[in-house]
């Protein structure tokens, strides 16, 4: 397994004192309430508690956590907090202070650029991820696409994948691209915000779930929850003329919860999506399409990168293997350590 890093630079900035960090319970007093991280909007932390409450949050002094492998605070970490009697935050919301981050039950994380990459985490104790894209503008990755479906399934989340922009072209023209997840039992939806096309489906399918929806700029994250939600919840650009990449429009992480029914957390677009926790030498396991024929190697422990007697090269060759899905493989192999 990697190494992991304590993460000093994802505290936020106002926080950024000298915080001790423990794994054992202190006695932390009388006024300790339970809540949970529902964003994190630049250098502020807001924490919702049971009675729907909203706090300011500060992270200083002595903080338990077991979490100390990556990101110090998460959209979604449950939480013990002390409230600031009297205390106003700069956001106008009463102040407290985070004194315990519980242990995370499942998360949504990736590798982080740098000179030393750690684990960021982007979503914690949720059930889904949900890699939104676009039928066109911006065109569809599906080599991202499967780094994120990887990186959810290793953190225990059940992942899906919703297209949106069909309006722009047919399902039917990128089903074949689509159709290798299908047979792997990961759900597909074909929608459209702009016309309305299959909302009502997905709606249903996120009841019950706390998911994160993540995907590239421009693909429609934030036009999508403002409508669920029938609401200009997030903010919204048009696609870069220029480059036809969207542009970054969600500067923060936060869930929204939909009528007690189920929550949606957002995300910053991405481009590019490194997977963090994983050993070149279980890849394999991810790749479901593989097995029949990774069975039948010449070698136990074979990559199927270079191996002579490599029975997944060959079916590769032979057109049983899709060669997109194998390019795929090959590039997350080599991105891993």
């Known amino acids: 397994m990697k190494k992991r890093l304590s993460n000093n630079n994802f505290i936020p900035r106002k926080t950024k004192k000298r915080v001790l ?20 909007i630049s250098k502020n932390i807001f924490v919702e508690c049971s009675d729907e409450r909203l ?15 990556s990101s110090l605070i998460a959209v979604g970490d449950f939480v013990k907090i002390e409230p600031k009697e009297g205390h106003i935050g700069d956001t106008g919301l009463p102040l407290c202070i985070i004194h315990e981050i519980m242990e995370r039950t499942t998360l949504l994380s990736r590798k982080s650029s740098g000179y030393e990459p750690f684990e960021q985490i982007i979503a914690s104790n949720i059930t889904d991820v949900i890699v939104l894209v676009a039928a066109a503008n911006p065109q569809y990755n599906l080599k991202l696409i499967d780094r994120i479906i990887i990186s959810g399934q290793l953190n ?65 994250k ?48 991405i481009r590019e999506y490194g997977i963090w926790g994983l050993d070149k030498q279980d890849l394999t396991f991810y790749f479901n399409d593989f097995y029949p024929y990774a069975e039948q190697c010449k070698y136990p422990l074979c990559s199927h990168i270079h191996e002579p007697g490599c029975s997944v090269l060959e079916a590769v060759q032979h057109g049983l293997i899709n060669p997109i899905r194998y390019e795929s493989y090959c590039n997350i192999y080599d991105s891993l350590d």
């Open 55 to 69: 706090f300011e949050a500060l992270v200083k002094g002595v903080i338990v956590t077991s979490n100390q492998s």
């Open 222 to 269: 934030s036009s999508l929850i403002n409508l669920i939600f029938g609401e200009e919840l997030q903010k919204t650009n048009e696609i870069s003329l220029y480059s036809t990449k969207g542009r970054h429009t969600t500067s923060f992480v936060k869930m929204f919860n939909y009528k007690n029914q189920f929550k949606i957390i957002d995300s910053p677009g």
């Open 156 to 220: 225990g989340l059940k992942p899906s994948i919703c297209i949106n922009k069909v309006d722009l072209i047919s399902p039917k023209e990128i089903e074949p691209d689509f159709e290798i997840y299908q047979k792997l039992g990961i759900d597909i939806f074909y929608i459209s915000v702009e016309n309305q096309i299959g909302i009502k489906q997905f709606i249903d399918y996120l009841k019950g779930k706390e998911v994160a929806l993540i995907g590239q700029s421009g693909v429609g």
């Open 21 to 40: 960090v423990k794994t054992k319970p202190l006695d932390f007093g009388f006024n300790i309430l339970d809540g949970r991280i529902v964003a994190i």
